[in-house]
């Protein structure tokens, strides 16, 4: 079975600073995709990213950054310079195909709430 | 662009009344659909998915069923609400048919069953 875990399930940081969001995964398919998702106080799940396990290469977006690694399965998130508008709280996911028909399930840790104080 | 709607935005019913949660999307055709509940703890657990009008599977046995009248609908039902099923409700759509398609959500039901 697929399971997500992140660790760190409160983070508290002064605005400007920089915060990294653990996320360790653990899959026995050779082929998979995680996912980054911000859930704001309003309560919707934005995507924020998706990386394949085949792409080891870091990304960067603005003031957030990947950091995938393969050899110890995880998949953390950094933001730089953090601002108040980043408080939310972050979850990372792994998908897996469902065998008996088309689409994916998603398999999401328990999510890492981020405040960040002016 | 797509956009995924769900309605209402909040629910408070007694425990035994019926429910009924819908979701529809715009900009797409043939979509997966996906009902995740959100448990206070903030976890979120497949309910539900959908690969086209009718078809429905369930992931957890529970007292919630799922339909998909349409091919951009999806709803969600029980007969008789238990306390356990409060949680915030998620609606989501992808499409293609492997892993690699990413899921987008709604803007949810928060459900109080009282």
């Known amino acids: 079975a697929q399971k997500v875990t992140q660790a760190q399930t409160e983070i508290s940081v002064v605005e400007k600073e920089d915060v990294t969001l653990d996320c360790v995964y653990e899959?026995?398919?050779?082929?998979?995709?995680l996912f980054w998702y911000k859930q704001p106080p309003s309560g919707e799940l934005v995507f924020l990213i998706r990386r394949n396990s085949f792409d080891e290469q870091n990304e960067i977006s603005g003031r957030y950054s990947w950091n995938f690694q393969k050899s110890t399965s995880s998949f953390n998130f950094t933001i730089t310079a953090s601002q108040v508008v980043d408080s939310a709280v972050y979850f990372c996911a792994l998908s897996e195909t469902l065998q008996e028909t088309s689409g994916s399930r998603l398999t999401f840790g328990e999510g890492t709430q981020l405040t960040v104080n002016p | 662009s797509q956009t995924i709607h769900q309605w209402p935005a909040t629910l408070v019913q007694p425990v035994g009344s019926p429910l009924s949660l819908e979701c529809t999307v715009e900009?797409?055709?043939?979509?997966?659909l996906y009902w995740y509940r959100q448990a206070a703890g903030r976890g979120l657990q497949l309910l539900f998915y959908?690969?086209?009008?009718?078809?429905i599977s369930s992931e957890v046995p529970q007292n919630l069923s799922a339909s998909r009248p349409q091919d951009r609908q999806f709803i969600l039902s029980s007969k008789k609400l238990l306390l356990s099923d409060s949680g915030f409700y998620l609606c989501a759509w992808s499409v293609g048919t492997s892993e690699a398609d990413t899921q987008y959500f709604g803007p949810g039901t928060r459900l109080t069953v009282l």
């Open positions: 899959t026995r398919d050779t082929t998979y995709y």
């Open positions: 959908s690969v086209g009008i009718g078809q």
């Open positions: 900009g797409t055709s043939n979509p997966n």
